[in-house]
């Protein structure tokens, strides 16, 4: 999955697959790239495989078995750890 649209703004991977970015009307509001923040995976590829969204966060899959969230307001990225 590439993006989700909730209340008119637009969270979406980016082309290099390591960032997240928000966009409203065709302009960004924030932009963090997950893989910089919570590190490399030490099992699979360092990029984002999927996105849910979940009350106020964009919860993240990366790697094979990495966990992140991002906060919808500010683009706050955090570890959650893996499996």
């Given at each position: 999955m590439r993006g989700?649209?909730?209340?008119?703004?637009?969270?979406?991977v980016e082309k290099d697959l390591q960032s997240v970015a928000a966009y409203k009307s065709g302009k960004q509001i924030w932009r963090t790239n997950?893989?910089?923040?919570?590190?490399?995976?030490?099992?699979?590829?360092?990029?984002?495989?999927?996105i849910k969204y979940s009350r106020s966060k964009l919860l993240v899959t990366f790697g094979k078995h990495n966990f992140a969230e991002v906060d919808i307001a500010s683009g706050k990225a955090m570890f959650l750890g893996s499996d």
């Open positions: 989700i649209e909730l209340n008119r703004i637009v969270y979406f997950v893989i910089s923040v919570c590190g490399k995976p030490s099992i699979g590829k360092p990029e984002i495989r999927h």
